[in-house]
């Protein structure tokens, strides 16, 4: 990926340039914003780019500085994370460690912290130290959605950089002219992903707009009640399906409402929301909205699916 890739982040991008033209480095860095918007995209590019070997447009995807990036192999590129719910002092440990040291083969070393809320009293504290005396040729980036849970002590310490979704349209034209993607998956993954990058590119490799056309196919369309599979799913795919049915709902509700086409999430299936438009009254589609979001209630208290499954059908086919 290059910098020119990274549209719609120019502004947190730019100041990182200008620290970056200016070698201005602080030492410390928070990324801040929703999750699955690319934030860590933006972070290992800015690796990329410092340790990019070329003499311009660096990085350049190229060297094998910039090959060992992309496969996160290369030395000096260091990604902190934690599959569980904290970052101990265990993790900050090889930071610790290599700060001290200086890069091994590029320019810079660069230190990714993701979840950087995650960080304990005890991990905070260590990175703490770290900040306060900045390593030379060292650049730590902090990645988080919940700048709130940071402590204060180690927020102080490092620039904020904001980053904020795309609006839907700028990404629909970024998923269409930078990654070759048909208009219509593009327009429903734009709005499903409620213009975050990071998410928007990990769905255009899945096959979520297959899946939820299956899903529309089986139940809205030939007026099935509800997908028998469903049952055995796990809390995160409920979640997903509730979802997609209550976009469904909200589509029929706004082209009914007369709003412009461009506006739909599901606009490959326009003409069928047109057809189901004549068959809902806003009441019925009030009372069907009320029932899914309802529903997502009890997924989260843990309900029995089965059950909230057969709840939801006896509401949705009342209706
Ligand atoms: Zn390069």
């Known amino acids: 990926m290059r910098f020119s890739d990274i549209l719609g982040h120019e502004k947190p991008l730019n100041i990182i340039n200008a620290y970056i033209e200016n070698s201005s480095f602080s030492g410390g860095y928070i ?8 934030k860590k995209a933006v972070a290992k590019i800015i690796a990329e780019k410092l340790n990019c070997t070329a003499q311009q447009d660096r990085p350049c995807g190229a060297c094998s500085s910039c090959l060992k990036m992309e496969k996160l192999q290369h030395p000096d590129l260091h990604i902190i ?5 904290q970052i101990k002092i265990e993790d900050i440990r090889g930071l610790q460690r290599e700060a001290n040291f200086r890069p091994y083969e590029g320019a810079m070393k660069v230190f990714i912290i993701d979840d950087a809320h995650k960080l304990n009293p005890e991990a905070a504290n260590s990175l703490l130290k770290i900040l306060e005396e900045p390593p030379a040729d060292s650049l730590i980036i902090l990645i988080t959605h919940k700048p709130q849970n940071i402590f204060k002590t180690v927020l102080s310490r490092c620039k904020v950089i ?8 700028l990404l629909e034209d970024v998923l269409i002219n930078k990654y070759f993607i048909d208009r219509l998956p593009a327009h429903f993954i734009s709005f499903y992903s409620e213009g975050r990058l990071g998410l928007a590119l990990k769905l255009k490799d899945s096959k979520i707009f297959e899946e939820k056309n299956r899903i529309f196919d089986s139940f809205a369309v030939a007026g099935r009640p509800l997908d028998r599979n469903l049952t ?7 979640r997903g399906y509730l979802n997609l049915m209550a976009s469904w709902f909200r589509d029929i509700y706004l082209l009914k409402a007369g709003l412009p086409e461009r506006e739909l999430m599901h606009l490959d299936r326009k003409n069928d929301l047109l057809k189901l438009m004549r068959e809902f009254s806003f009441k019925q589609l009030d009372s069907i909205l009320a029932a899914i979001s309802e529903s997502m209630f009890y997924l989260e208290k843990n309900i029995n699916s089965k059950l909230l499954l057969h709840n939801l059908g006896v509401q949705l086919w009342k209706a």
Do not use: H, N
């Open 232 to 238: 055995g799913q796990s809390k995160e795919q409920l």
């Open 31 to 38: 990324f801040s914003g929703p999750e699955g918007i690319g």
């Open 162 to 169: 904001r980053f904020s979704p795309l609006a839907i349209t």
């Open 81 to 85: 994370e934690s599959d569980t719910a």
